[in-house]
T-cell receptor
């Protein structure tokens, strides 16, 4: 069965420090992996995706993610966190067989 | 280009009633998906429509139904509302059915069932 795990409900990081939000997945076949961000009272916004090719994917607002096939992970990273990055982050996986399974979300809190 | 719009933004209903939610996708997008978001369950996929046909369906009871019109606008209906249906209902559109397409989400409709 296809699944996505975000092991941390909340991540706290100081402003200016690097941040990592973790995501692991389980899917048969080749996965397409996504990160979305949700601000309060808003829908989800697309950040980045991995389809194929280079394992390091760059996206919006300075975020990037690294696809690791052997560890079945797709962690979201940013070199220097901003207070405005505080939000709810969702990882999602999709494949030819299944469409869009989302993780349970990780709340990122960037402290000034 | 205008984003995905959803109406209404807020709804309060009582148990046993039914409700219809509306979604207008981004112009040119032909695929519309619906999700239920709750604090405990996260985002749960309801169904996806493309060219007025339901193409994928999540694991929800038959009380949840939807349709898509020729202009790609979509509606979702929930009949015989239960307290557990209280949630944020999100609509998302994309250009097509390919699994690698990113989705563009509307702001959601917050449904409260009393």
């Amino acid at each position: 069965a296809q699944s996505v795990a975000q092991p941390e409900d909340q991540v706290n990081v100081a402003e200016g420090n690097p941040l990592t939000v973790k995501c692991t997945y389980s899917v048969s076949g080749n996965p397409y992996l996504f990160w979305y961000v949700q601000y309060p009272n808003r829908g989800l916004q697309f950040l980045l995706k991995y389809i194929t090719g280079d394992n390091l994917v760059k996206g919006s607002y300075g975020f990037e993610a690294e696809f690791n096939k052997s560890q079945t992970s797709f962690h979201l990273k940013k070199p220097s966190a901003l207070v405005s990055d505080s939000a709810l982050y969702f990882c999602a996986v999709s494949s030819g067989t299944y469409k869009y399974i989302f993780g349970t979300g990780t709340r990122l809190k960037v402290l000034a | 280009k205008a984003g995905v719009t959803q109406t209404p933004r807020y709804l309060i209903k009582t148990r046993g009633q039914q409700v219809t939610l509306s979604c207008s996708p981004i112009s040119g997008h032909r695929s519309v998906s619906w999700y239920q978001q709750t604090p405990g369950q996260g985002l749960q996929f309801l169904f996806e429509y493309f060219s007025e046909t339901q193409r994928n369906k999540g694991n929800f009871p038959g009380r949840f139904s939807g349709r898509q019109f020729s202009n790609s606008r979509s509606e979702m209906n929930v009949s015989t509302l239960e307290l557990g249906d209280s949630a944020l209902y999100l609509c998302a559109s994309s250009t097509g059915l390919a699994a690698y397409n990113e989705q563009f989400f509307g702001p959601g409709t917050r449904l409260t069932v009393l």
